[in-house]
Nanobody, 136 residues
């Protein structure tokens, strides 16, 4: 059974840093996407940052140069270093994990599906979320 557990959220003044963490238990896929999402009240869940099994990272435009996603594979942990926080960053932050699907070409696997193509609904493993509140 897979469990993802976030921690490290909190309240901070604008311009400050936070570093939420996500501990993953029981997630054994070797080819995977691990992603931070966020959802503010009354808004849709949106993707913040992705890291795949190779360490390739992708960021939403609104967090580029401010947030850094990283992972510690031996510790089964995912991190989101957040800096220069803005009130608009206030949201519940969730980590999610999903094995990457292989892409087959002419009966032979050629690659794995890009993590950026996965919608939130395609992630099967989610944490309970950690609240981040940024005051002005």
């Amino acid at each position: 059974q897979v469990h993802l557990v976030e921690s490290g959220g909190g309240s901070v003044q604008a311009g400050g840093p936070l570093r939420p963490s996500c501990a993953s238990l029981g997630f054994t896929a070797s080819i995977y996407c691990m992603t931070w999402f966020r959802q503010a009240p009354g808004k849709e869940r949106e993707r913040v940052a992705i890291i795949d099994n190779d360490g390739t990272t992708t960021y939403a435009d609104y967090v580029k140069a401010r947030f850094t996603i990283s992972k510690d594979t031996p510790k089964n942990s995912l991190y989101l270093q957040m800096s220069s926080l803005k009130p608009d960053d206030t949201a519940m932050y969730y980590c999610a994990a999903e094995p990457r699907q292989p892409i087959y070409v002419a009966r032979s696997r050629s690659d794995y599906r890009d993590c950026g193509s996965y919608t939130p609904g395609e992630y099967n493993y989610w944490g309970q979320g950690t609240q981040v509140t940024v005051s002005s």
